[in-house]
């Protein structure tokens, strides 16, 4: 017997092409442009080859937005951009239009809502962070909390492109650090191994998967009271937290010994330097919502030092490099101690030391 003739469509149920998203002067143009310019803060203009030009509004946004928020964002775009705004990585809005007399009719709408226009160039941008208490399931701290207290004393950074180049701010709520690198990132730091509940871990917690969570092999199995549970190396700990997003019983959140650090220097462009991982400059901070004011005095420290003594183009590792460690800790008011040195010894002969997998 033969198949029913097909008389339906495959109706493909993926994520739609980005390319539906860009606006049609974007889309015309793609991959096809000449220059572009700043010829304001918040304001981009990209020109194509053909002649075509689209001008590009940025404004920060609080992150946590509502839903009455967003439809305000999207009533300015519908109004002045042919319905066509995006959200970056950094939390921040941008509108695109083709026409330059809706720039600052843009600009006066938006800063009338609480929106500051800016973000471009060399001034400091919002800042890309992790879900905090909101979402995560680890967190240690509250991410958004701690960017909304840093950005109300940068607001003039934001607005203003007065830095030796742009500045990339980066918050995590734990020590894995999902903010990922930046000029200056402010990540939690545990200060003491997890706290092990023997008596429920077993009931709750798949033990194979903490042991392979952390990325030192510190976790062991072990029998407590006769009931299958875990044991943690405090040798070869490195108090990063993985394991406990694997076993809730592996509590290490605590709010005296989980503490924040600040590191500066990272940067993922390839641009005049390679890439470059962040380096420790302050730790031990009191981590006390809701304002955070050592964590935002410490930043505040850097930035000031970064924009008095940095030269034109130099991000904050390359101005670090060029002036040295010790000068650096000077004009900062920053303390250095021995705990900053890098000397952990136990992890595998190949931990982040390639890129390359091996079997």
Same mark, same amino acid.
Request: net charge positive.
């Given at each position: ?50 002649? &075509?030009?689209?001008?590009? *509004?940025?404004?920060?946004? @609080?992150?946590?937005?509502?839903? =009455?928020?967003?439809?305000?964002? +999207? ?107 930046? &000029?200056?990132?402010?990540? *939690?730091?545990?200060?003491? @191994?997890?706290?092990?509940?023997? =008596?429920?871990?077993?009931?709750? +917690? ?154």
């Amino acid at each position: 017997m033969s198949s029913p003739e097909k008389k339906w469509k495959t109706v493909e149920s993926g994520p739609h092409s980005y390319e539906e998203a860009l606006h049609p002067v974007v889309r015309k143009n793609y991959g096809k442009w000449k220059y572009h310019e700043i010829p304001k803060p918040g304001v981009l203009k990209h020109v194509a080859e053909s002649g &075509d030009a689209i001008y590009t *509004v940025r404004a920060g946004t @609080p992150r946590q937005d509502t839903v =009455d928020m967003v439809r305000r964002l +999207c009533d300015i775009a519908d109004k002045y951009c042919d319905g066509y705004f995006r959200f970056t990585i950094r939390n921040n809005v941008e509108f695109l239009t083709p026409r330059q007399e809706n720039v600052e009719l843009m600009i006066k709408e938006l800063e009338e809502m609480g929106f500051p226009v800016g973000g471009t160039g060399s001034c400091v941008s919002s800042v890309s962070h992790t879900q905090g208490w909101l979402h995560c399931d680890i967190p240690a701290t509250d991410a958004s909390g701690v960017v909304k207290s840093m950005m109300d004393s940068l607001y003039h950074e934001f607005r203003h492109m007065e830095m030796p180049n742009k500045v990339r701010l980066s918050t995590s709520c734990c020590s894995i650090n999902c903010g990922g690198q930046a &000029d200056i990132a402010v990540v *939690v730091k545990h200060t003491r @191994p997890p706290r092990i509940n023997h =008596d429920n871990l077993s009931m709750i +917690c798949e033990l194979p998967k903490a042991v392979t969570r952390c990325p030192v092999a510190a976790i062991r199995p072990t029998m407590v009271n006769g009931k299958r549970s875990l044991m943690v190396d405090e040798a070869k700990c490195i108090c990063c937290g993985a394991c406990f997003g694997a076993c809730p019983s592996m509590e290490i959140n605590h709010p005296e010994h989980s503490k924040f650090a600040i590191w500066v220097g990272g940067k993922n462009s390839n641009a005049r330097s390679k890439p470059s991982t962040m380096s420790i400059v302050a730790h031990n901070l009191p981590n006390n919502p809701p304002r955070w004011p050592e964590v935002t005095e410490a930043v505040g420290k850097i930035l000031s030092a970064y924009k008095e003594g940095g030269r034109p183009w130099e991000r904050v590792g390359e101005w670090i490099n060029r002036i040295g460690w010790k000068r650096f800790f000077e004009e900062t008011g920053l303390t250095f101690d021995e705990d900053m040195i890098d000397s952990y010894r136990h992890a595998r002969s190949t931990f982040n030391q390639s890129a390359h997998v091996r079997f």
